[in-house]
C-alpha cells in the first residue's frame, strides 16, 4: 500500500481529501502545517507528498525547499494544492520540480490522475 503524506491546514479540505485517498486505497499521514509536514516527511519517507502553499509556520514552496535539501526526501514525488489560479505560482511551483499542481477545489478524478502521474 502506497502512502501519502497530505499537508493541509484547512480542516475540510485535509479531512475530505484524507476520505477520498483512503477509500481509493492509499495510507495517509496528515500534518496541519508546514513545520510537521517536514517532520512527518523525514520520518516516514512517503510515496508522494500532496501540499497546500498558503499554511502557517511554512508555506508549501518552503516546504518543497525544505524537501529538496535532504537527500532522503529529495526525490519523493511532490504534488502543490493551492486555491490560487494564478498562473505564475503554477509556473514557480513547477520550476522549482515539484511533480504536479492542483487547483482548489479539484474533481476527486483530477486528484487520482495527478497522483498516479506522479507515482510513474
Known amino acids: 500500500m502506497r502512502t501519502i503524506l497530505l499537508i493541509e491546514d484547512n480542516n475540510d479540505i485535509r479531512e475530505n481529501t484524507c476520505e477520498l485517498l483512503e477509500l481509493e486505497g492509499y495510507n495517509v499521514i496528515f500534518a496541519l502545517n508546514g513545520k510537521t509536514g517536514l517532520t512527518l516527511a523525514s520520518q516516514h519517507l512517503p510515496d508522494?507528498?500532496?501540499?497546500?502553499?498558503?499554511m502557517p509556520e511554512a508555506n508549501g514552496y518552503e516546504v518543497f525547499a525544505g524537501l529538496q535539501a535532504a537527500p532522503a526526501t529529495r526525490a519523493i514525488p511532490f504534488i502543490f494544492l493551492t486555491a490560487s489560479a494564478e498562473k505564475k505560482e503554477v509556473a514557480a511551483g513547477l520550476e522549482m520540480g515539484a511533480s504536479?499542481?492542483?487547483?482548489?477545489?479539484?474533481?476527486?478524478?483530477?486528484?487520482?490522475?495527478?497522483i498516479r502521474q506522479s507515482l510513474k
Open 48 to 54: 508522494l507528498i500532496l501540499c497546500d502553499i498558503m
Open 100 to 114: 504536479g499542481y492542483i487547483r482548489k477545489p479539484f474533481e476527486p478524478e483530477e486528484l487520482f490522475e495527478a
